[in-house]
């Protein structure tokens, strides 16, 4: 295989070998679970279930995890101001998260680890960095000595006294008291009042630091060395940035291989970064009671992971337009699969052949989803230019499955069920009869009537065809 993926920590594209053949390890990080999901997290979630499909549909078995951030001051705010516990409100978002994921067709991790699930392996993993001297405790916290990783800020491309100077300024007086130097990072935070969750440790009764949950559950879950380790861009800096430096300098192997990084969801003019803190988001449950979830599932998809998506109206209606041609010839095949022949049609499946090719090269540079959905419709426009004259049921049914097999690398199960009850497909046959025999008012009637019900006709020179809309 030759799949080439741009490596943020080399800043350029490398061919892909996993550590064991055939299979991949990959980790992202999820969402911090204190609210439902907005667009711009759909489309890291999105992002990544298209790139682990890729890598699926080219034969790999993806060990796929995925983590649940559930403590953190956000869900302890946000537990309070809904009067229920961290864990009740964690419980609520994750059910949340997984009802809005699964509408625009993201598949499960593999594992969906949680941090209060593994608090025990955390403090463990704190311990042994207390031992090796790269972490040490003050005053019930625990802090990560980052200038003793030598190649601490190469992710970012940030260099230590760069980082010192920006940090001087952002850390809190007491805060900086409690340091050895203002870019040490927390591991372990003591808890400031008796009502906060907590965890009794040796330093003091507290809870995990932001950074070493992933760590933890990457290194549990998938081993000291992972293949691909993906996220948002603003998470390369300090979250990836720290857990190198932790993970590497606990269990002196190399932590990742491959650090992938998606565009965010932009929105406005300015083209804005679309987040919560600058609350300017739409929120995917809310979209997903305006739009078709497939149609969603396109815009967030179809745009190479590492770009921008631009969200507005505009976008959302070229996607649905663009569903609706993908729809139209997946009907227009099973239809004509009615009259199909039997012959074998060599050409076909050689041409079919060019196509399915194509589509790999595409995406092989670097998952390029613009590329790939580009080869797509040059497949469509193939596809709508054979079913003009007579067909074969084996071209047709070669066709069907590969663009419906490349279709699902991008999460869009298009296909519409193609049964109608008796009673519409007795009106569908008595329209057919009524323009045979030129009764073109009882036609008219009966397309009017169907239409009432949601179901638009399109006549053919090889017959009638039906679509639904909403």
Not at 119 to 133: C, H, R, S, V
Not at 222 to 243: A, S
Not at 376 to 395: D, M, P, Q
Request: aromatic share 10%; charged share 30%; net charge negative.
């Amino acid at each position: 295989m030759s799949i080439q993926l741009y490596n943020t920590l080399t800043r350029r594209k490398e061919l892909f070998t996993p550590i064991k053949p055939n299979e991949v390890s990959f980790y992202v990080c999820g969402p911090t679970v204190y609210y439902y999901i907005h667009i711009g997290n759909a489309r890291s979630a999105v992002a990544f279930d298209t790139i682990r499909r890729y890598l699926e549909y080219r034969g790999y078995q993806v060990n796929y995890v995925s983590n649940f951030t559930d403590v953190d001051d956000k869900i302890i705010r946000a537990a309070k101001e809904e009067g229920i516990s961290p864990a009740a409100l964690a419980d609520k978002y994750i059910a949340a998260f997984k009802e809005d994921t699964s509408a625009i067709n993201i598949k499960p991790a593999s594992i969906h680890p949680r941090v209060m699930e593994n608090i025990e392996e955390i403090i463990e993993f704190i311990q042994q960095l207390i031992d090796k001297d790269y972490a040490y405790e003050s005053d019930g916290d625990v802090y990560f000595r980052t200038e003793k990783f030598e190649t601490y800020g190469e992710l970012s491309d940030q260099s230590i006294k760069d980082l010192l100077a920006g940090a001087s300024e952002r850390v809190e007086l007491d805060e900086t008291e409690r340091k050895e130097s203002p870019i040490h990072f927390a591991l372990w935070k003591k808890t400031k009042s008796a009502d906060e969750i907590s965890w009794q440790s040796p330093w003091s009764d507290g809870r995990p630091g932001w950074h070493i949950e992933c760590s933890v559950m990457a290194t549990k879950y998938l081993g000291h060395t992972i293949d691909i380790h993906g996220g948002g861009q603003d998470l390369e800096f300090p979250h990836h940035e720290n857990e190198i430096a932790q993970s590497e300098c606990c269990t002196g192997h190399k932590f990742a291989n491959y650090w992938l990084h998606n565009g965010f969801v932009t929105i406005g003019q300015d083209d804005e970064k679309m987040s919560k803190s600058l609350g300017n988001f739409v929120l995917l449950r809310d979209l997903l009671e305006e739009y078709d979830p497939m149609v969603v599932r396109y815009l967030l998809s179809t745009v190479h992971y590492r770009r921008p998506v631009r969200y507005s109206t505009i976008a959302i209606q070229e996607a649905q337009t663009n569903v609706e041609k993908l729809r139209e010839v997946l009907r227009r095949i099973n239809h004509r699969l009615n009259d199909a022949s039997d012959i074998v049609e060599e050409e076909w499946q050689a041409q079919l052949a060019g196509h399915q090719q194509a589509f790999i090269t595409a995406m092989d540079d670097d998952v390029n989803a613009s590329n790939g959905i580009t080869e797509i419709f040059n497949l469509v426009k193939a596809i709508n230019r054979y079913l003009e004259g007579s067909v074969s049921k084996e071209t047709l049914t070669s066709m069907k499955q590969l663009l419906s097999e490349q279709l699902a690398i991008f999460g869009l199960e298009l296909e519409e069920e193609t049964l109608l009850d008796d009673s519409i497909m007795a009106l569908i046959e008595e329209r057919t009869q009524a323009r045979l025999n030129k009764d073109y008012a009882r036609s008219d009637e009966i397309r009017d009537l169907l239409k009432s019900q949601g179901i638009l006709l399109d006549d053919t020179p090889q017959g009638t065809t039906w679509k639904r809309v909403n």
